[in-house]
């Protein structure tokens, strides 16, 4: 049972253009989102949060944003940039996460130059 | 200075054996917990502990178990390996529990 969802297992942008990586979720009981960034070899690290009381946040080339009817997240990374070549997880916990997060599959994001 | 450390990197064994993944995070976090990410890419959560309570995920078979000897390590220890039990296994901590977490770098288990 996939409780979070990210249906494009890759993405190719050009260097330059706006890349928008998409996650849906199904529990409603989830109220934080997050996403991490994942290079071969190495752990996620976290990239940008959101709480379910705000539909957006940006922190520099990223933004987030939170379509709570829709149970649909967005991250978009704008401009992008080849170091931003790697797996994007999404993640989503519940009631404080004391259960951890609940992942998705990852998304390939490949920057073309 | 390393956040979150794993040792070994990589650790192959054959079926039945009994083995320990160490994991270590110098960040102050007092929540710790055990990920694993099976051959189709998902991240699992195992475990998650701080000093006060173990919380397992139900689906995790009993063969596996988490020590704590202090609140900067978390070690996952799993006994009677077998073939299933190949896949990447990554340690992480926060401040709290949820996240956002700092992960280690992994430990790719592969049993044969």
């Known amino acids: 049972d996939q409780q979070v969802k990210q249906n494009s297992p890759s993405l190719s942008v050009q260097e330059g253009r706006i890349s928008i990586l998409n996650c849906d979720y199904t529990?409603?009981?989830?109220?934080?989102f997050l996403w991490y960034k994942k290079y071969p070899a190495e752990g996620p690290t976290f990239l940008i949060s959101i709480s379910s009381i705000k539909d957006k946040n940006e922190d520099g080339r990223f933004t987030v944003f939170l379509n709570k009817s829709a149970k649909h997240l967005s991250l978009h990374i704008v401009p992008s940039q080849p170091g931003d070549s790697a797996v994007y997880f999404c993640?989503?916990?519940?009631?404080?996460?004391?259960?951890?997060?609940?992942f998705g599959k990852g998304t390939h994001l490949i920057i073309q130059p | 200075d390393t956040a979150v450390s794993q040792t070994p990197k990589y650790l192959v064994t054959q079926m039945g054996n009994d083995k320990s993944i160490k994991c270590e995070q110098n960040l102050g976090h007092d929540t710790m917990y055990w990920y694993k990410q099976d051959s189709k890419k998902f991240l699992k959560i195992m475990f998650s502990?701080?000093?006060?309570?173990?919380?397992i995920n139900e689906t995790v078979p009993n063969r596996f178990s988490p020590k704590s000897p202090d609140k900067a390590h978390l070690n996952l220890h799993i006994n009677s390996l077998e073939l299933g039990d190949s896949a990447v296994y990554f340690c992480a901590s926060s401040h709290g529990a949820g996240g956002p977490g700092s992960f280690g770098p992994g430990t790719r288990l592969t049993v044969t």
């Open positions: 529990n409603s009981m989830f109220d934080y």
């Open positions: 993640a989503a916990s519940a009631g404080g996460g004391a259960d951890g997060l609940t």
């Open positions: 502990y701080n000093n006060k309570e173990l919380i």
